[in-house]
């Protein structure tokens, strides 16, 4: 087998335009400057990496170029060294290679001591124990030299050569634990600790017993390493934690942060007291609150999360980290603050709600100051996560309602629209949920009806108005506040009255300013300044101007509310006289809503539903159908109910399912500690090989059939009759792509400079390029490329593999290779957001893909199981919605990748009754052209179903008598 993988630690990709020869090479070696040499060496590594035989360059390069002093040189040579073969077709070692071993035995002793440190880390790659062996005395002098920098580049190259050739110097351990206890260098102490914690752990404890109280003293770079051995004695040998216990907690105060992370960690495996517990939480919240990297904060912030999914039963410990993490909200950045406030909720208790709701009460007082000049964007989404943080506290606890309820009503004034909604989606529940509550609620909603600046947020109040007063006082004060919101009426001719009287209504005043100021030349000029400013008292009410500019939908609410209030007025008050003037009073605001509608004064006409609407409410307060009074006074109402049910319904199903999650099997080994003390099958060393494996492979997928495994990633490249067969097996990690090809010589020739030649199309990018490759016959070779990938934008990798044939002359052979689509699914996953939300990204989301239903499947709720596997969305549409057989279907879909982009869809579609087929179309919206694309083309290709799979969805399911 043909390697292309040499053994260097340096991987080299430069394009040499023009190749030079072996005999130019020479040349230059021999007759050429310190400048000629520097880059012909660098010639010869990057045609040695790809693939050249050059056996005549050893000894040039031996002869005129390791005798050079130029530091340059010296870091090239190193690289050199590396990848020369140095061992001939027999194995041994070539005999050039003891001039080498004596030209670093003069580096080892070099008065210059970065010669000696670089000589000593290259001698750490060296994997020839004939060329290492002359150097051992001159590598054990270097442990006794006064420049700290040679000390410890010594003891790496005495750890590596003792862990690859121990029989070279077999008492490291003990030369190593003598240099350590006169070692003064932390850096030089840390890499001896090092060797020992690797070689010899006996020898690294009794170290550490000695001097176990002056740790606190040591350097930040040696804790880490004690902080690394306390955490593996103890997960090898459990009846050892006691002893080391303190020394931990000790690390907790240290002045570093890194050995304050890691020792808290390391204190969480070592005990599960609650002291321990509580220190660690603390130690993290410190972290979070003092660091300013907010990456750093996040992590530490998952630290702490997972530390109370671990504990949750543990009250006193919840209350006391609510507190703490309250601290965190001081920081700037609005994802930290956000995941604090996720976190916070799932701390609080009936003990500490009071305490919490108080705290955020002053972080929303803190915004109010912050908004009372200019408000970013950031802070009016942290006002928003305020808001629902004080929602779900008021929900959850109604203890603290009383008292959420007047902060949020603050917020339906403010300018940020987003708050104000969710302001009212809490009122509205709130008003539901607690009939205590609903007076004091309604009261100051009439109070803010008249301040509220936004349409969506006056539109929303007006049904809550509607629906929620009912008793006499309530609905007067309401009919109050729209008559003065809606102004004298009626409305078009009190419109016609005021613009005749324009000129009476506008007063203009003059003002004349004057200052000094001082002329190129340096005399005194005089300048005045006339500004005119034109005040109209013509300041209508808020109502009233949304209905000028057009906003009839606003009407056509305020026309639900009225007939609601009038309907219900009757039922509680006997006062014929005062109900039939209520309702004229009502039927009057729509009639001149109606006629204002149909003139020229507003910006936008009336639409045909908004008259519809309005002549429906005028007629039911004038007729008063039973059946119309029922369902305007009651069954709002219950939908409403009903609503909010479904939603603590599914809130409960999805508590009930991560409850159900089954977090340890039945047969999983039980760790006696006592009886099993040498074996390691605690939780925390699972946790920390999957972190490490999660940092260099991804997180993986579960496998579930042979569609999803390893098989179903291997792409063919070429035919089996090409004379070149290649396969790439595709590594998908989370924002790169590693192709790992197999190439196959099919023919009985050797096949020179091989090359596996990539391009890419869409939003990838190739990141190195394959190295040349000479092919035996009938040999296979494995190469990798790796691809970045940027965004979920369809895209493919194509390309050709192009080779020369030895000993026939011509030009350069060519296999083309298939194309590679990359699957998009790999960097989509499920995720869920608000009604609000997709409405709100719905709107604002600029690209549409609108895909028509072709399928050979007839459930139609099969059928959306099936789109949803095939594009890894979640459906928002609750179970309940989509239950019971109406022939239509309708849904929302939502999905985000990892790259941070939103994808929603909406599918709708329908059973033929004749035919039994489903008809319809899915709508994606995306914020990208590619993401909307590339979800319209997987749903293309995935509708349909094959085989015994579509057998089973055309049949629906059969129905419970």
């Given at each position: ?544 101007k949304f209905l000028l500019e057009g906003e009839f939908f606003l009407g056509a609410a305020l026309a639900t509310s009225l007939t609601k209030l009038s309907l219900r007025y009757k039922e509680v008050c006997s006062d014929t006289v005062a109900c039939n003037k209520l309702t004229a009073q009502c039927m009057l605001i729509l009639a001149s809503i109606m006629h204002l509608g149909r003139s020229t ?361």
């Open positions: 087998m043909a390697s292309l993988e040499q053994p260097c630690s340096v991987l080299i990709n430069v394009n040499i335009s023009d190749t030079p020869t072996e005999q130019s090479l020479k040349q230059d070696f021999e007759n050429g400057s310190t400048i000629v040499k520097i880059q012909a060496l660098k010639n010869a590594i990057i045609m040695m990496q790809a693939g050249e035989k050059m056996p005549g360059l050893l000894m040039h390069i031996i002869r005129y170029v390791l005798p050079e002093q130029d530091h340059t040189i010296k870091k090239l040579l190193f690289i050199f060294w590396e990848i020369v073969p140095k061992r001939d077709s027999s194995g041994k070692l070539l005999t050039e290679m003891i001039l080498v071993c004596d030209a670093y035995r003069k580096d080892l002793i070099h008065p210059n001591e970065f010669i000696r440190g670089s000589t000593l880390r290259f001698l750490c790659k060296v994997r020839e124990p004939e060329l290492l062996e002359p150097l051992m005395p001159s590598i054990r002098a270097c442990l006794d030299n006064k420049y700290s920098y040679v000390r410890r580049n010594a003891v790496l190259a005495l750890y590596t050569i003792y862990r690859n050739f121990e029989f070279l110097v077999p008492d490291a351990p003990e030369l190593i634990q003598n240099h350590l206890e006169s070692e003064q260098d932390p850096s030089c102490k840390r890499n001896a600790f090092i060797m020992l914690i690797h070689t010899d752990q006996q020898r690294a404890l009794a170290y550490l017993q000695s001097c176990i109280d002056e740790i606190e003293t040591f350097g930040d770079i040696l804790q880490l390493v004690i902080v690394e051995l306390i955490y593996k004695v103890c997960q090898a040998k459990p009846t050892e934690r006691a002893k080391f216990i303190r020394t931990v907690y000790n690390l907790l105060s240290s002045n570093s942060a890194s050995v304050r992370y890691e020792a808290a960690g390391t204190l969480v495996t070592l005990s599960s007291t609650p002291t321990a517990i509580k220190a660690a939480a603390k130690c993290y919240v410190e972290l979070i609150v003092h660091e300013s990297d907010n990456n750093v904060k996040l992590v530490v912030l998952d630290k702490l999360v997972k530390l109370q999914n671990d504990h949750k039963h543990d009250l006193a410990l919840q209350q006391e980290l609510s507190m703490d993490v309250l601290r965190i909200l001081g920081s700037n950045d609005l994802e930290v603050r956000r995941r604090t406030l996720e976190f916070l909720m799932s701390l609080i208790t009936l003990r500490n709600v009071k305490d919490v709701v108080s705290l955020l009460k002053k972080e929303v007082i803190k915004t109010y100051s912050d908004n009372a000049t200019d408000i970013d964007q950031n802070n009016k989404t942290y006002q928003q996560l305020l808001v629902k943080a004080l929602h779900q506290c008021g929900v959850k606890f109604p203890i603290t309602a009383e008292i959420v309820v007047p902060i949020l009503m603050d917020f339906l004034a403010e300018g940020n629209e987003q708050a104000a909604e969710s302001v009212l989606e809490f009122v509205r529940e709130a008003v539901t949920r607690f009939e205590n509550l609903q007076p004091s609620i309604i009261q100051k909603l009439l109070n803010s009806l008249s301040s509220i600046k936004s349409i969506s947020v006056l539109h929303a109040g007006l049904w809550i108005l509607g629906e929620y007063c009912v008793t006499e006082d309530q609905i007067r004060n309401m009919i109050d506040v729209v008559l003065e919101g809606v102004g004298d009426l009626p409305i078009v001719d009190t419109e016609i009255r005021e613009s005749a009287n324009t000129d009476t209504d506008t007063t203009t005043t003059t003002v004349v300013t004057t200052q000094s100021r001082v002329t190129a030349d340096g005399t005194y000029a005089t300048q005045s300044a006339l500004s005119t400013t034109t005040s109209s008292t013509d300041d209508k009410p808020q109502l009233r004064l507003p910006k936008k006409p009336l639409s045909d539903d908004d008259v519809d609407w309005l002549s429906l409410c005028i007629r039911v307060l004038n007729d008063g159908s039973p059946i119309l009074v029922s369902i305007f006074t009651r069954a709002c109402r219950s939908s409403l109910q009903d609503m909010i049910g479904t939603l603590d319904l599914s809130k409960l199903e999805l508590s009930d399912a991560e409850k159900n999650l089954i977090k340890t099997d039945v047969d999983t080994l039980i760790n006696f500690s006592h009886i099993l003390s040498n074996v390691s099958t605690n939780k925390a060393v699972d946790e920390l090989e999957l972190s490490l494996l999660q940092a260099t492979e991804g997180s993986k997928k579960k496998e579930s059939d042979i569609s999803t495994t390893s098989l179903s990633k291997v792409y063919q490249l070429t035919g089996f009759s090409d004379p070149i067969y290649a396969e790439a097996y595709i590594n998908v990690n989370q924002y790169d792509i590693v192709l790992d090809v197999l190439v196959v010589n099919q023919t009985p020739d050797t096949l020179q400079n091989l090359t596996l030649e990539l391009a890419t199309h869409g939003d990838l990018k190739l990141v190195d390029k394959p190295a040349p490759v000479t092919l035996a016959g009938n040999d296979y070779c494995n190469t990798k490329a790796q691809v970045k990938v940027a965004s979920t934008e369809s895209g493919f990798i194509f390309g050709n593999i192009v080779y020369d044939v030895s000993g026939v002359s011509g030009d350069k052979s060519c296999v083309v290779l298939n194309d590679i689509h990359i699957d998009i699914m790999d960097y989509i996953v499920p995720a869920s957001c608000t009604d609000a939300e997709f409405r709100k990204m719905w709107a604002e989301f600029e690209w549409e893909n609108k895909v028509s239903v072709q399928t050979n499947i007839s459930d139609m709720a099969s059928y959306l199981e099936h789109i949803l596997t095939c594009t890894n969305m979640k459906c928002l549409t609750p179970k309940q919605a989509l239950e019971g057989d109406c022939g239509f279907l309708a849904a929302n879909m939502y999905a985000k990748s990892v790259f941070g982009e939103d994808a929603l869809a909406n599918i709708s579609i329908e059973q033929l009754p004749d035919t039994g087929a489903l008809s319809g179309h899915i709508r994606i919206r995306a914020k990208s052209q590619g993401m909307a694309l590339s979800l319209g083309d997987k749903i293309t290709l995935s509708q349909k179903k094959e085989g015994k799979e579509a057998a089973a969805a055309a049949v629906p399911p059969a129905k419970d008598n």
